[in-house]
């Protein structure tokens, strides 16, 4: 047998660092990882099931063609909240002054929130946002458009910067929206999106190239900041910023959309953020 002796040995790991530090030098924008990933399985538990989306219509659950003040109730979910508190936004309590907006209201205020637990629950610090196969907009008539998204009181025009953070915890990931900084007349102007893979794009609305910013990410968490002034943005992932750009929005006004929006979904979508706060 070939022995190689300690000097030898040295030598080899000093070529190999020189040789992973060249590497790492020629691509600074590297998608980050932050967290050990984690079954995701244990990250929650849940009792009994939930009834599908076609049960809900065909029973007159969820009715059709309007903004429904009944609510929907679901299973509960019991966030282990010491694996998926873990992060410097723990401690920050979910904000009140939000809305939620589902498939079947678009505005739906806090006091109402215990009749939408399907699609969201409060566990701790942790927002669970939920959607189910099949699912899409019933509200009204526009097609797909499925979504569990809850969103900021605060709005602005251009002018002073404000400033939205928090944990992300991808549990199972379905290629959707899970964040925007949105208009009400111009639409969004940066958006964080997911994919089936949990993969996290930047999308840029405008002047430059999508960049995919953390790769593999099911079971796993990543702080987010997003600052806005109404005009520029600028994007943070795990205190490192990854992106910057800017969004004509000469009407209306911006606020801070985070949760899950997409078509119509192709399986279950499950994901948690912590911490959430703004300013």
């Known amino acids: 047998m ?10 080899i790991c000093l070529c190999l660092c ?13 998608a980050v990882a932050a967290s050990p990933q984690t079954d995701a399985a244990a990250l929650y538990t849940q009792s009994g099931t939930d ?42 309590r979910i ?3 939000i809305k939620i907006h589902t498939l079947c209201n678009s505005v739906i205020a806090r006091k109402d929130f215990p009749k939408w637990t399907r699609w969201y629950q409060e566990d701790g610090n942790t927002q ?23 969103f900021s009181a605060l709005q602005w025009k251009r002018g002073a910067w404000h400033e939205w953070e928090g944990t992300y ?13 949105k208009n009400n007349v111009n639409d969004w102007g940066v958006m964080l999106n997911l994919s089936d893979d949990g993969n996290i794009k930047l ?17 796993k968490s990543f702080d987010l900041k997003v600052r806005d002034n109404g ?32 078509k119509t979904l192709r399986h279950d979508a499950l994901i948690f953020v912590t911490g959430a706060r703004f300013k």
Not at 18 to 30: D, I, N, Y
Not at 64 to 77: L, P, Q
Not at 169 to 181: D, E
């Open 231 to 262: 005009h520029d943005y600028e994007v943070y992932l795990n205190g490192r910023k990854v992106g910057a750009g800017h969004y004509h929005r000469p009407k209306g006004y911006t606020c801070f959309r985070w949760g899950m929006y997409d």
């Open 203 to 219: 999308n840029h609305r405008r002047h430059q190239k999508d960049k995919i910013i953390a790769r593999n990410m099911t079971g």
């Open 169 to 181: 915890t991808i549990v199972k990931p379905h290629g959707c929206a899970i964040f925007k900084a």
């Open 95 to 97: 904000p009140q002054d």
């Open 18 to 30: 020189g040789q992973v530090a060249g590497r790492e030098a020629a691509t600074p924008h590297k």
């Open 2 to 11: 070939h022995r190689t002796g300690p000097a030898a040995l040295c030598l």
């Open 51 to 92: 009834p599908s989306f076609r049960t809900l219509l065909d029973d007159g659950t969820i009715p059709v063609g309007t903004n429904s003040k009944r609510g929907v109730k679901g299973t509960i979910i019991d966030v282990d909240n010491r694996l998926v508190e873990r992060s410097a936004h723990r401690r920050n």
């Open 128 to 150: 669970v946002f939920r959607l189910f196969e099949g699912e899409h907009n019933v509200r009204n008539s526009r097609p797909g458009a499925a979504r569990i998204e809850s």
